[in-house]
């Protein structure tokens, strides 16, 4: 992970469960003699999510409904780092402003920008639901008011048309796209999760997630793509385009496309533990 971020070291159980008490349910000592969740049960990843945000970012409350995307936040808080560092390499450092393309209802990267660089945040969304839910987990902690404005995108055709201001200037934005292709390969997605944390039945399939969280038509490089191509149009008024992708293969389209527009482009790698992500960033 990230030099600088937090949770490079292992967790406190004990201070997580004393600033969130409802996840001491959940917390069981592993065969290697470790405190540990059973990161299978929904409901086990809520309330560890939970503690890390009230122990170790100062919140003091965040929700989400049943079904919703509950994400994993030590790789959450990897992107902010790396995008901290994309726009000191261009000497910024201070009064920031970024758009979270896809906040989704959990709000965690508007959240983890204002808690660890009091960023200024817009975050947005094409479900009216997880706007709503957004707004209520930003409210509940006074002290993100300042910092943060969440957005309806209700074009979902348009990923910055109808959402970016004429008067607006955001130096990056940001995205983790969806990366199926449709609702089969999501469910099976989930298999392998379940296969991967070697459950003994199919009955935890939930690992969240609503449709538009999961899947879009054509998947993550399609929607990269459209996404590149519509950026050109507000090559002024975003300083770094950027978005998260998932799976390796996809770079070989998004690269085309990008040099087609003749953008200037980087990729970021980055990596939690085995698994190996990045982030491609571009500019006009």
């Known amino acids: 992970m990230h030099p600088k971020n937090i949770h490079n070291t292992p967790y406190d159980f004990e201070a997580l469960i004393g600033s969130h008490p409802e996840l001491a349910p959940h917390v069981f000592v592993n065969p290697y003699g470790n405190q540990s969740i059973d990161f299978s049960k929904p409901a086990a990843v809520l309330h560890f999510n939970k503690a890390i945000l009230k122990h170790q970012y100062g919140l003091a409350d965040w929700n ?15 992107y902010i780092h790396h995008i901290a560092d994309l726009l000191e390499e261009d000497g910024i450092k201070y009064n920031i402003r970024g758009l979270d393309i896809g906040v989704g209802a959990n709000c965690i990267y508007p959240i983890l920008a204002s808690q660890i660089y009091d960023w200024q945040m817009v975050g947005s969304d094409i479900s009216l639901t997880s706007v709503t839910i957004a707004k209520a987990n930003t409210e509940a902690t006074p002290s993100l008011l300042k910092n943060i404005r969440i957005r ?133």
Request: glycine share 6%.
């Open 152 to 284: 309806h995108q209700t074009d979902p055709s348009n990923i910055f048309k109808g959402l970016i201001n004429e008067a607006d200037h955001f130096h990056f934005s940001l995205c983790n796209p969806p990366f199926h292709a449709n609702a089969e390969s999501a469910a099976r997605g989930s298999l392998r999760k379940v296969k991967n944390l070697r459950l003994d039945s199919a009955e935890e399939l939930n690992f969240g997630g609503q449709a538009n969280e999961l899947w879009c038509n054509g998947g993550e490089a399609l929607f990269i793509k459209r996404m590149i191509k519509q950026s050109v149009a507000y090559s002024r008024q975003v300083q770094w385009f950027t978005t998260l992708v998932s799976k390796k293969e996809n770079l070989a389209a998004i690269y085309k496309q990008l040099h087609k527009l003749k953008a200037v482009y980087k990729t970021v790698p980055m990596a939690q533990g085995n698994k190996q992500s990045r982030f491609v960033a571009w500019r006009f």
């Open 64 to 78: 989400i409904p049943d079904g919703y995307l509950c994400p994993p936040i030590p790789g959450r808080a990897d």
